[in-house]
C-alpha cells in the first residue's frame, strides 16, 4: 500500500492540478453573467483544493492511526 502511494502521486497531483487551473478562469470571469460563473468556479475550485488536501494529508494519517488500532488489537488476542 506504501509503494503504491508513491507511485500514485504524481498523476494524481497532475490531474487534480490541471482540472484547478482549468477551473480557474471560471472562478475569475468578467463580464455578462460573471456573478453565476464566479459563484460555480469558486466553488468548484475550493471544493477541488480541499478534497487534494484531505486526500493527500488526511487520508494517509488516517490510515496510520487505524493500523496502529488494528496492531493493537491483533497481538492482544493472539
Known sequence: AVNASHIR????????FAYIFGILPLAIATG???????????VVLGGMLGSTLVDQLV????????????????????
Open 32 to 42: 455578462a453573467g460573471a456573478n453565476s460563473r464566479q459563484s460555480i468556479g469558486s
Open 59 to 78: 487520508v494517509p494519517v488516517l490510515f496510520v492511526v487505524i493500523e496502529n488500532i488494528r496492531e493493537r488489537f491483533t497481538k492482544k488476542s493472539a
Open 9 to 16: 502521486l504524481r498523476p494524481l497531483l497532475m490531474t487534480s
